[in-house]
């Protein structure tokens, strides 16, 4: 039996079942390179305030740095009896150097040890998050470029609305992807403080120096209260909130993908890259790939509830509840990453049929607000517009026939107003580069956003590399 480094007040050993219930070490290991990060800043701010020597300090820095090369190459084994990542590692660096090892836990918890392990790795995560947002901008915007002058049906209630520029409709993801970016970022700001020095909930009594501490390991704010401190996770909700957004329109994307590629909608076809087939079905092409995408945004919804149930009635300060915080943070983190990866790769190998897309734009009376504004143009007040413009689609769903088909006497017998220039309206092309408003769909308003967008991705890739 392995005793434990905290067993001087216990008589009996841990009970096997219990060692292997309560471990997280085979969770937590994957922090072995944060844990060893906020080690080796913490024993060096000890020797810089004289707590320990900088002969030790220099000793345990070294053999920590061993440390993180054997587990780096395999070396190094996990068993539940070691806890956790951090008894894990302490327990080998003792085993090295004997007790100047034991010298390195002074002046701090292992509460304040795994706040600092998990602002660290969120760190890490939160900056991929955004980079990989990145490349699904990049891909939108290429897409966008690439197909400028392709116009499909927009949509609402899933019924055929008005004419837009398929470029347009992959901008309103841009724009989406962009406001995930933006809470990523936002989230940095409150994870992106100390907590080491806080000890278990009240503070230490050796002379430590925090801002020593957050100087050297890149943190710009240090904690204002340690009780708050030891036992804050509002910043792997707030992640795991930013996550699911971010899940959420990937999936409406997904949902999107998985319709346009149908027989029934015909718009794309998938890449064979990201499609598989059907056991029984030879003809089959299934987009796999969108439907996990769409199906994985329900695991990171789940972690959100867990974090927000884990932690909704907990007393001040920690409590060991608060060690099943870190695999849905985890699982979201991995998930996302993996996620937007891989719709940056599928993206630019979409084939879009362009006479579907502008067939189905035509269908479906999508010009018929167009008409309306003609009217307004004409003198009518919009109600009285909207009314004839009504029964001249009515008209039309009788005979068969879209408006563009109509001839200009029967336009005429529903108004007198209208003349042969209606027809410049019932045009795809113009249709949609009238509707230049800020934020529509017209040509010259999407060259814009395409420049802007192009402008800010190189900013923001600038600002990612430092």
Same mark, same amino acid.
């Given at each position: 039996?392995?005793?434990?480094?905290?067993?001087?007040?216990?008589?009996?050993?841990?009970?096997?079942?219990?060692?292997?219930?309560?471990?997280?070490?085979?969770?937590?290991?994957?922090?072995?390179?944060?844990?060893?990060?906020?080690?080796?800043?913490?024993?060096?701010?000890?020797?810089?305030?004289?707590?320990?020597?900088?002969?030790?300090? *220099?000793?345990?820095?070294? %053999?920590?740095?061993? #440390?993180?090369? $054997?587990?780096?190459?395999?070396? =190094?084994? /996990?068993?539940?009896?070691?806890?956790?990542?951090?008894?894990?590692?302490?327990?080998?660096?003792?085993?090295?150097?004997?007790?100047?090892?034991?010298?390195?836990?002074?002046?701090?918890?292992?509460?304040?040890?795994?706040?600092?392990?998990?602002?660290?790795?969120?760190?890490?995560?939160?900056?991929?998050?955004?980079?990989?947002?990145?490349?699904?901008?990049?891909?939108?915007?290429?897409?966008?470029?690439?197909?400028?002058?392709?116009?499909?049906?927009?949509?609402?209630?899933?019924?055929?609305?008005?004419?837009?520029?398929?470029?347009?409709?992959?901008?309103?993801?841009?724009?989406?992807?962009?406001?995930?970016?933006?809470?990523?970022?936002?989230?940095?700001?409150?994870?992106?403080?100390?907590?080491?020095?806080? *000890?278990?909930?009240?503070? %230490?009594?050796?002379? #430590?120096?925090? $801002?020593?501490?957050?100087?050297? =390991?890149? /943190?710009?704010?240090?904690?204002?209260?340690?009780?708050?401190?030891?036992?804050?996770?509002?910043?792997?909700?707030?992640?795991?909130?930013?996550?699911?957004?971010?899940?959420?329109?990937?999936?409406?994307?997904?949902?999107?993908?998985?319709?346009?590629?149908?027989?029934?909608?015909?718009?794309?076809?998938?890449?064979?890259?990201?499609?598989?087939?059907?056991?029984?079905?030879?003809?089959?092409?299934?987009?796999?790939?969108?439907?996990?995408?769409?199906?994985?945004?329900?695991?990171?919804?789940?972690?959100?509830?867990?974090?927000?149930?884990?932690?909704?009635?907990?007393?001040?300060?920690?409590?060991?509840?608060?060690?099943?915080?870190?695999?849905?943070?985890?699982?979201?983190?991995?998930?996302?990453?993996?996620?937007?990866?891989?719709?940056?790769?599928?993206?630019?190998?979409?084939?879009?049929?362009?006479?579907?897309?502008?067939?189905?734009?035509?269908?479906?009376?999508?010009?018929?607000?167009?008409?309306?504004?003609?009217?307004?143009?004409?003198?009518?007040?919009?109600?009285?517009?909207?009314?004839?413009?009504?029964?001249?689609?009515?008209?039309?769903?009788?005979?068969?026939?879209?408006?563009?088909?109509?001839?200009?006497?029967?336009?005429?017998?529903?108004?007198?107003?209208?003349?042969?220039?209606?027809?410049?309206?019932?045009?795809?092309?113009?249709?949609?580069?009238?509707?230049?408003?800020?934020?529509?769909?017209?040509?010259?308003?999407?060259?814009?956003?395409?420049?802007?967008?192009?402008?800010?991705?190189?900013?923001?890739?600038?600002?990612?590399?430092?």
């Amino acid at each position: 039996m392995v005793e434990k480094l905290w067993q001087g007040r216990f008589e009996q050993p841990t009970n096997k079942q219990v060692e292997e219930y309560t471990a997280s070490i085979h969770f937590d290991s994957r922090l072995y390179k944060y844990d060893i990060q906020g080690s080796i800043a913490h024993c060096k701010m000890l020797a810089e305030r004289q707590i320990i020597t900088h002969d030790e300090a *220099a000793l345990i820095v070294e %053999t920590l740095g061993e #440390i993180q090369r $054997e587990i780096e190459r395999g070396q =190094l084994r /996990f068993d539940p009896s070691q806890e956790d990542i951090h008894m894990a590692v302490e327990r080998q660096l003792m085993q090295k150097i004997g007790e100047v090892g034991g010298k390195l836990h002074t002046g701090r918890s292992r509460n304040d040890q795994i706040c600092l392990d998990m602002r660290l790795y969120l760190r890490d995560v939160l900056k991929q998050c955004r980079m990989a947002l990145c490349e699904v901008q990049q891909a939108l915007v290429d897409l966008a470029e690439k197909h400028q002058e392709y116009i499909m049906p927009g949509y609402t209630h899933l019924q055929h609305a008005q004419p837009v520029l398929l470029s347009h409709h992959f901008m309103a993801y841009y724009e989406m992807f962009e406001r995930d970016d933006q809470r990523f970022r936002d989230c940095l700001a409150r994870t992106d403080v100390l907590p080491l020095g806080s *000890a278990a909930l009240a503070g %230490t009594t050796f002379p #430590i120096d925090m $801002e020593w501490t957050a100087r050297y =390991l890149g /943190f710009p704010a240090v904690v204002k209260n340690s009780m708050d401190a030891v036992s804050d996770r509002d910043h792997l909700i707030e992640f795991n909130s930013a996550a699911a957004i971010t899940m959420m329109h990937v999936s409406r994307m997904a949902e999107e993908l998985i319709l346009w590629s149908s027989s029934e909608f015909a718009f794309i076809e998938i890449s064979d890259a990201f499609c598989t087939g059907s056991s029984i079905m030879p003809q089959k092409k299934n987009p796999d790939v969108p439907e996990l995408m769409r199906g994985k945004t329900a695991r990171v919804y789940g972690n959100l509830m867990t974090l927000l149930t884990l932690t909704k009635a907990l007393p001040l300060t920690y409590n060991r509840d608060l060690q099943e915080d870190k695999e849905p943070v985890f699982d979201s983190a991995d998930t996302v990453i993996s996620t937007l990866k891989i719709l940056g790769k599928l993206l630019p190998e979409i084939r879009f049929h362009r006479e579907r897309l502008e067939h189905m734009a035509r269908e479906g009376f999508t010009l018929a607000t167009d008409l309306a504004d003609y009217l307004v143009r004409r003198g009518l007040p919009f109600r009285k517009a909207h009314h004839v413009v009504g029964q001249i689609v009515q008209h039309c769903v009788q005979l068969g026939k879209e408006l563009e088909e109509c001839t200009l006497e029967e336009l005429k017998g529903f108004h007198k107003v209208i003349d042969k220039d209606v027809f410049t309206f019932l045009e795809l092309k113009s249709a949609v580069d009238r509707r230049d408003s800020k934020g529509g769909t017209a040509s010259s308003r999407l060259s814009a956003a395409l420049f802007n967008a192009r402008k800010d991705l190189e900013q923001k890739r600038s600002q990612l590399a430092g």
